[in-house]
């Protein structure tokens, strides 16, 4: 369901002192943040401190973990002259209430706690105002289902 990935700066310069490694299984999370203020790839962002002034998480409620939930089967691939990472889709259903005032998802590096971790990206939901998951109703990641197969996240080109 969302849009293109933007990648932070921070994060853009951390790729090439290889922070991340999109191979490890589990070692990263979405998270979905409300809309207080724009995100762009300029954005001063690399703790989950600092996003958070910039778009709060999403409280826990219905279902929505304040700590996200983690993209499994990781694999970073060969694809003609670039590269994919690819996971397991992600699916959260709106459980006893509908989930308000979304913006953005942002995928950030795993690491202990929900404000912890270090953002890598982020992808719109709606390109105005915030969108309303309905109580019952569920918001699916590249393909996301009950039983999710893995599936491009992003290409890297």
């Known amino acids: 369901m969302p ?4 990648f932070f700066q921070d ?3 951390s790729l090439g002192k290889a922070v991340f490694n999109f191979s490890t299984a589990g070692a ?3 998270t979905f943040h409300t809309s207080t203020t724009a995100l762009s790839a300029t954005s001063n962002v690399s703790t ?3 996003l958070s002034t910039l778009a709060p998480r999403h409280a826990s409620t219905n279902n929505l973990s304040l700590a996200g939930f983690t993209l499994s ?5 060969t694809s ?3 590269y994919k990472f690819c996971a397991n889709g992600v699916c959260v259903s709106a459980n006893g209430g509908a989930f308000n005032n979304l913006k953005y998802i942002v995928m950030r590096l795993s690491a202990g706690d929900a404000s912890s971790g270090r953002p890598i990206a982020y992808a719109q939901l709606t390109t105005s105002g915030a969108i309303t998951i309905a109580a019952g109703s569920a918001i699916k990641i590249n393909g996301g289902s009950t039983s999710p197969t893995a599936t491009t996240i992003f290409t890297l080109s």
Do not use: L
């Open 3 to 6: 849009g293109t990935w933007t």
């Open 11 to 13: 994060a853009k310069g």
């Open 28 to 30: 990263f999370k979405v």
């Open 73 to 77: 089967s990781n694999a970073w691939v």
């Open 48 to 50: 989950m401190s600092s």
């Open 80 to 82: 003609g002259s670039g």
